[in-house]
């Protein structure tokens, strides 16, 4: 069960009122209205008016003691207790805003981030909560928060019918076309120079991403799960514009110790400049599960037949597999790796090729109420034979940086905006893959 109010409120008290000074005159037997801030004679005359406005439901009289005495609402204690009242006055998004807030400054404070959880898990944000819930249970967090999270997370699990998420962002100066340095190529043998609008910045980038699941539940164990995603970006010069249409459907299985493993037939439709770029269909399958409380491990293997519009050499199959582990550290950090590895085997014996791409992040807290995530990944690309048009057999890699960073203390459309910043080295045996990018982009992201 949720833990009460009246619990809250003594933590707050028994952390805060020692550090209070004396500060107020009044006449003790003054009452609280609703919109009065009321000041006391000295802490005991605070504690016993605010005993009094929580005992007798006066939640927005209790609210405004205790934002009338900034030493104490100032406090964790003090914030955590705040945010309780103003989730019980129906006020979640402020209530989410100050914890968050908290959090970024107090990154080490279990009990608040478990607040933040309870907020997503009663408002149906169950990414949201679970992310929260996993982090709280990564820090100083006492027996009977942990025995609700663990019902919390069995809820959600249980629940998962409908999941809606939804992205937007704006970038304003990005090389979507993987822009080379280079001024010349070699093609069989022959010199060309590249024009400006190959070598080009296109401009301001408009991103939007959604993607929906739905979970048909048929047994305690099984299950069956179905969902799409689609993704746009619409640049300034429409030659670079992209869609992109998932859907998949397949059957779960729920495991001891919060394990799923999923099967499911996937198709892709991808455009690229308004015009049909190729299609993918197969099957994948997928899984995750908890080592402990703080250990995550996801992994997945997928087959893919592509049916390609720029020409019959470019169809075929891919397949491959990735795998990740998280590390939850404490209440607003944590560590991410991830290794990805595929194979294009396609009609065209110069177009085989295969790809590892490596990663590692970390989310952590700012100053000024924020919370970022960085990470680093290294791209190796590497095609299976000796291209008649390069005259070499091509070998690229890339390595980069990105960093995403969201003032916590901010919410629009009750979602948090976020920044990100990308910047990225190519190098290559041929002079088209050698550039270096960097991007820039704003947006927010909202579960439903």
């Known amino acids: 069960m949720k833990p009460s109010l009246s619990g809250v409120f003594g933590l707050a008290l028994a952390c805060a009122l020692p550090l209070a000074p004396a500060a107020f005159a009044q006449d003790p037997g003054t009452s609280a209205a609703p919109g009065d801030t009321v000041a006391f004679a000295g802490d005991q005359g605070f504690s016993r008016a605010l005993i009094t406005a929580l005992t007798g439901g006066d939640l927005p009289g209790a609210l405004l003691l205790l934002e009338s005495r900034a030493d104490i609402a100032g406090t964790p204690a003090g914030v955590r207790l705040r945010a309780e009242l103003l989730v019980r006055l129906g006020r979640s998004p402020e209530a989410t805003a100050l914890l968050e807030g908290h959090l970024a400054r107090e990154s080490t404070d279990a009990i608040a981030r478990f607040q933040v959880g309870e907020i997503h898990f009663d408002g149906r944000q169950d990414g949201s909560a679970i992310l929260a819930y996993r982090l709280a249970l990564a820090g100083d967090l006492d027996p009977v928060r942990r025995q609700v999270i663990q019902g919390r997370l069995a809820t959600i699990e249980a629940r998962r019918d409908l999941r809606i998420t939804i992205t937007v962002a704006v970038a304003p100066d990005s090389n979507i076309n993987n822009a080379t340095t280079a001024s010349t190529i070699d093609l069989f043998g ?202 070499v057999r091509r070998d690229d890699r890339e390595i980069g940086v990105s960093l995403r960073v969201s003032k916590r203390d901010w919410i629009v459309l009750k979602a948090f905006p976020y920044v990100q910043a990308t910047a990225s080295h190519a190098s290559s045996n041929v002079a088209l893959g050698r550039y270096t990018r960097q991007r820039i982009e704003f947006g927010l992201t909202r579960d439903f």
């Open 190 to 391: 022959l010199p060309f120079t590249l024009s400006d609008d190959a070598r080009r910045r296109s401009g301001v980038g408009v991103s939007i991403g959604a993607g929906v699941e739905r979970r048909l539940v048929l047994s305690e164990r099984y299950a069956l799960t179905a969902g799409g995603s689609l993704s746009l970006l619409d640049a300034s010069n429409r030659t670079f514009d992209q869609s992109q249409i998932g859907l998949f459907v397949g059957p779960e299985l729920r495991l001891p110790g919060q394990t799923r493993i999923n099967l499911a037939a996937t198709y892709r439709d991808i455009d690229f400049g308004g015009s049909d770029l190729e299609t993918w269909s197969g099957l994948q399958l997928g899984g995750q599960t908890y080592a402990d409380s703080r250990t995550r491990w996801d992994a997945s293997a997928h087959f893919d037949r592509i049916h390609s519009q720029r020409g019959a050499a470019l169809s075929g199959s891919t397949y491959g597999a990735r795998a990740s582990r998280t590390r939850f550290l404490g209440p607003s950090a944590l560590w991410r790796a991830g290794l990805a590895l595929d194979v294009h085997d396609l009609a065209g014996s110069e177009a085989d090729y295969h790809d590892v791409h490596a990663t590692v992040g970390r989310l952590f807290a700012l100053p000024f109420s924020s919370l970022a995530y960085v990470e680093t990944y290294a791209h190796k690309r590497t095609f299976d034979q000796r291209s008649s048009a390069f005259g």
